[in-house]
């Protein structure tokens, strides 16, 4: 089964910064994510998984309210790859971080729009 995968979680300070990475794992490489929306999501414990940026194919951003002129999304299509840098985190942004690739070139916030979900990378935000 085709997925994406994330990387680059971890545990960081309130204030801090973290940059996350999704890309196709390694032998799924008819994804061809450069020509489709891709979106991150997170979900905190015992809370609904939640949108918090996409990207389209030719780079227009959008984000959720709660994380923007903080979180910059980017992707680099050459390398099928889709950061999340996030900066001046909160204890709140702590969750599982998602990516996944949307049916159509369109970036909304409802996950039933998307498929190919990665596993997942942890961020922590505490002191």
């Known amino acids: 089964q085709p997925h994406l995968v994330e990387s680059g979680g971890g545990l960081v300070q309130p204030g801090g910064s973290l940059r996350v990475s999704c890309t196709a794992s390694g032998i799924t490489l008819d994804l061809t994510l450069d020509r489709y929306a891709i979106g991150w999501f997170r979900q905190a414990p015992g809370k609904e998984r939640e949108g918090v940026a996409c990207?389209?194919?030719?780079?227009?951003?959008s984000y959720a309210d709660s994380v923007k002129g903080r979180f910059t999304i980017s992707r680099d299509n050459d390398k099928s790859t889709v950061y999340l840098q996030m900066n001046g985190l909160k204890p709140e942004d702590t969750a599982v971080y998602y990516c996944?690739?949307?049916?159509?070139?369109?970036?909304?916030?409802?996950?039933?729009?998307?498929?190919?979900w990665g596993p997942g990378t942890q961020v922590t935000v505490s002191s």
């Open positions: 990207i389209t194919s030719g780079g227009v951003p």
């Open positions: 996944a690739r949307a049916f159509q070139n369109m970036c909304v916030m409802n996950d039933s729009d998307y498929h190919f």
